[in-house]
């Protein structure tokens, strides 16, 4: 048997040779890709399906992934990572998976113009970061030129000393700053949608960590040559960087469909092998809790593709 990433028409994978696929992938981010590798090495035949918005395409260059010691564009990355997989045999689909059904121990994915059937479904699907007020073309230009950024534990080291500002609102917000105070001593936290939202105890911790509290609550975002500047109260304040600390969207929608068990931020909640509480259905990466991390998602798959082929093994020998 071999990798057989294919895209279907309507029905047509009931029609397989050897009948359904044994996994369905969804999601080509670091933690689908590294389960594809491992999947089709373990000569399993999957289907590969991503929308294309890894959020590890967003990163102008990783210095913390292990490995690149110059460090490494998060597009370069995925594509290395998808060369890798296409090695063996794997194809990945550009399709936005809308639908999921289990019905007997088979699993039915639908796109928009497809469906899937296989034994197995592994999620990856990542999640999405709420963004600060700024608009989409001057999101993206700060992002690339590291005046907003996204995770600190990431590349907080990357602006170290600089002036720093977190965009937040109570604790997420002032946590976020205080993670930040160990790598610069000037670091601002902003109010936004409201104000800081910190209460008295709160706003004295701040005080005592020396996080400056910005006098109003954050109207606007521009750039203005190599700082971000915050617009506030009739002020405008200038950054070497901002970080959103406004959570995520966790894109677990399609597991909590089948009523697998997530916790309140929408996080899945899975066993020490990656399963979910749905039999046949395991998560990897960033829809799960944990570090939010390329190498945490890229282990998570490795083991999440295993448990899948040994689950599966276990309901029948997987013979060459
Ligand atoms: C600005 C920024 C900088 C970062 N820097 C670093 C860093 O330096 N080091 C580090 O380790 N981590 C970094 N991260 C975090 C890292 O990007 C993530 O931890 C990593 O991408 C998670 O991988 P994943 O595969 O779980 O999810 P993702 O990479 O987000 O991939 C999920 C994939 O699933 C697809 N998908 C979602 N829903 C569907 C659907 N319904 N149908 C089909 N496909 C779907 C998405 O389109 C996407 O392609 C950074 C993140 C950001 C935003």
């Not at 969804?26 to 289907?47: F, K, M």
Request: aromatic share 4%.
């Amino acid at each position: 048997m071999t990798a057989g990433p294919s895209s279907l028409p309507e029905d047509a994978a009931d029609s397989l040779p050897g009948g359904p696929l044994d996994v369905i992938v969804i999601g080509a981010g670091p933690a689908g890709l590294t389960a594809s590798i491992y999947l089709a090495r373990y000569h399993l035949r999957i289907a590969v399906l991503d929308a294309g918005r890894s959020r590890a395409a967003t990163i102008p260059r990783t210095h913390n992934h292990a490995g690149y010691p110059n460090g490494i564009a998060g597009t370069e990355l995925l594509g290395l990572m998808t060369e890798q997989a296409e090695r063996h045999g794997v194809r990945v689909e550009r399709a936005v998976v809308e639908k999921i059904a289990l019905e007997d121990g088979l699993f039915t994915v639908a796109s928009a113009d497809a469906t899937w059937n296989a034994r197995s479904v592994l999620l990856a699907t990542g999640v999405v970061n709420n963004p600060p007020p700024l608009a989409p073309e001057l999101h993206d230009a700060a992002l690339a030129r590291g005046l907003l950024r996204y995770c600190p534990v990431c590349d907080g080291y990357e602006v170290t000393d600089q002036r720093i500002g977190v965009i937040g609102h109570g604790e997420r917000g002032l946590g976020e700053a205080r993670f930040l105070r160990s790598y610069s001593s000037d670091v601002t936290l902003i109010g936004w949608p409201d104000g800081h939202g910190l209460d008295e105890a709160q706003q004295d911790s701040a005080r005592e960590l020396g996080i400056a509290l910005a006098p109003a609550k954050c109207e606007s975002l521009h750039l203005d040559g190599e700082r971000i500047m915050v617009n506030c109260g009739g002020q405008s304040l200038g950054f070497d960087t901002i970080y959103p600390a406004l959570g995520s969207v966790i894109r677990s929608e399609l597991a909590i469909s089948l009523g697998a068990a997530c916790n309140d931020e929408g996080c899945l909640i899975i066993d020490t092998h990656q399963r979910t509480s749905i039999a046949g259905l395991y998560a990897a990466g960033d829809v799960t809790k944990g570090l939010d991390q390329i190498s945490h998602a890229m282990g998570e798959a490795a083991v999440a593709a295993t448990a899948i082929r040994n689950d599966l093994a276990g309901q029948a020998p997987l013979l060459r």
